[in-house]
């Protein structure tokens, strides 16, 4: 899987101060789930995100526990408050060590 | 395989020849092929996995070489519709029924048995297990009181072309697929569904009073469908130089969206140069090594995201379909033959499932799927992003995948036979806007 | 926070306090000599295998569980075509603000094997508690959302998903 990683998020385009808005995003990522042989798990270091991190204005504004349970290529959706302008990200951490981010920029209309 | 001429094996061949003998040419004439069609039969440049191959084990088995997942089965013994295969559709066979009762617990379990049928993809019976029946044939909650007897219902299941020769109902016993002892207990079972039927628990159970899907949202928001990011990813594809020095954007200026807009809105068509019916992945894998010496192989990822990339260029723009060359008009006419022929293990033609007219599949529930119609236009949301598969998938997957269930060995990705029914198929799109990628399950 | 952490501090007490035991593993520091079997995304950091009885009482203990669904909504189809990609939405309808917020919301599938989807830690800068994804069933379900609130409080509500196949055995 090439692009593993690549995230794109998605805003409103026009926005009001105070709005509360939803965003989207999604990132390119397995999200192994458990092999099983003989009905028996298997072992190993699976590779799916563990972590979601939203930030804005640089502050952290949301957190997210993720599993295998969520599908391959996770998409989220989540809302908040635009209160100034400024930068959205999300962060995905992997059991792998991978750290994937996506930014948006918050403007008003 | 030798090379052989198409001349002579083609499906209504015959038509072609008498046509060709009253244009005055000669049927000994070894360059004389049909309209449309290459020279020789056309040489597969598709992944290892997609190309249809058979190979012989040390043990002499033989085992097919499909996708990772998929069955290694091998079913040679029943037709396709390759333009080589001139095997006729097997006639109807009958047998005497076996004696002995038949069981019917172990009736029903074949009856929802996944990997025979089910019977229930087609047929709903009583039981709030049963999850989900299809309703492409007939309702037999209450089939025991009609009454029929034994034999009857023994001889349809075995093969139902004696009672209704257009069936689309395979002929289970004739081709194997259920062994005549399995038969006499589904007959023993079908006899049990009697009524006053239980009230209905849920409206979803019965097919007739199901919801319809409502899909997996906007197919072009990157968000929603991961196949726009794939195809975002062939742009650095696009600007990058092959082996032999050169990229596409040497000579298609521009960037892919301005240099491709509107081409893929006249795909499939017969493309002179290569004497065939292409679409898009089956030029580039010609197209692609000529030009940059970069081989794009049908079915690798590289073809389908190149592919979407190009198609995507067309998006919103109507599909066109060419007809005024003699090789089109051919090529389409024998697309639609290939779509409408019985093939495989379960004597199924494409029309049986996608098309409406006589009782057919369309718009009626194959197990839990409904059954796309093809009068819709299905070609120009390909290729499309299966949540299922989690993966790509372009027409001609979805055509090989089709294949494998019905019993039949699948042709080349790249086969002129795919391309031929997907420009019959095109048909059905013309004037309706592409609409790349799709997202599916 | 649960009792006190004397004794052994081991990397399963600091997720058991912090309650965060049973899901995937977390950026915590680690105690102890890091071990290659502890890796994140090893079977010993992905929780067990278990009931939803056994994951609702790991998680809440015998704490009182509310009905939630006049406030809680979830949109989740009744028939998903497959269970690889099943959409899921869940907003709390109370109004998210810093004297009373939804915490965090738990999505939780009844048949997985384990059942515990995701956890989604809000705050009031959210605006407005909505989080949507989408899951991975393993077969037809009971899909439940538990919020907690920031006074600790707990509301639940639930919806039924069926999931389907085709009908050609392929």
Known sequence: MADIGRVRIRIPSSIKPGDIVKARVLVIHPMEIVERKDGKPVDKNYHFINRVIVTYLGKEIAQFETSQSISENPFFSFSFKATEPGQLKVTFLDTHGGKYEGTADVKFA | MAARAWRGLVPGASIIVAALLAAGCAQGDTKMVAPGLPPSPWISRAVPEARGDVKTLPDGKREAVRYRGWTKQDFGGFRT??????????????????????????GRSLFLNRNLGPCTGCHLIQGNDVWPAGNVGPDLSTYGNRNLPDEYTFNLIYDPRHVFPNTLMPPWGTTGALKPDDIVHIVAFL??????????????????????????????????????????????????????????????????????????????????????????????????????????????????????????????????????????????????????????????????????????????????????????????????????????????????????????????????????????????????????????? | MEGSMTGRMTRRSVLRALGWLGLSGLALPVLGTPRAALAQGNLANLGPEESVDATMKRLFGGRPIKDGSSVIKIELPLIAENGAVVPVSVEVTTPQTPQSHVKSIYIISDKNRRPLNAKFNLTPAMGQAYVGTNLRLGESTDVRAVAEMSDGSLLMAKREVKVTVGGCGG
């Open chain 2, 81 to 106: 519709y390759a333009y080589d295969d001139p095997r006729p559709e097997p006639p109807p066979g009958k047998i005497a029924m076996p004696a002995g009762a038949g069981d019917p617990k172990k």
């Open chain 2, 191 to 441: 006899k049990t569904q009697k009524g006053p039927l239980p009230p209905e628990p849920n409206p979803e159970r019965n097919p007739v009073t199901r919801p319809k899907p409502v899909g997996f949202g906007d197919n072009l928001d990157p968000t929603n469908n991961p196949a726009v990011l794939r195809a975002e990813s062939a742009e650095a594809l696009w600007a990058r130089k092959g082996p032999a020095g050169k990229a596409c954007a040497d000579c298609h200026a521009g960037g892919p969206r301005a240099a491709m807009k509107g081409v893929a809105a006249r795909y499939p068509q017969y493309v002179a140069g290569y004497r065939r019916v292409m679409a898009i992945e089956d030029f580039l894998t010609v197209h692609s090594p000529e030009a940059t010496g970069l081989p794009l192989l049908a079915e690798g990822a590289d073809n389908l995201d190149l592919t979407m990339l190009v198609k995507m260029a067309s998006n919103g723009m109507p599909v066109t379909l060419d007809l005024a060359r003699p090789e089109t008009a051919a090529a389409l006419a024998r697309g639609k033959l290939s779509f409408y022929k019985r093939v495989g293990q379960r004597a199924h033609a494409c029309a049986d499932c996608h098309t409406t007219a006589g009782a057919k599949g369309a718009d009626k529930f194959l197990g839990g799927r409904l059954l796309a119609n093809v009068e819709a236009g299905l070609t120009r949301h390909f290729p499309t992003w299966r949540t299922s598969q989690a993966d790509v998938w372009d027409m001609r997957k979805r055509m090989q995948w089709c294949m494998t269930p019905l019993g039949m060995n699948m042709l080349a990705a790249d086969a002129v036979e795919y391309a031929e029914i997907e420009l019959y198929l095109t048909a059905f799109d013309v004037g309706k806007p592409m609409n790349v990628p799709g997202i599916r399950h």
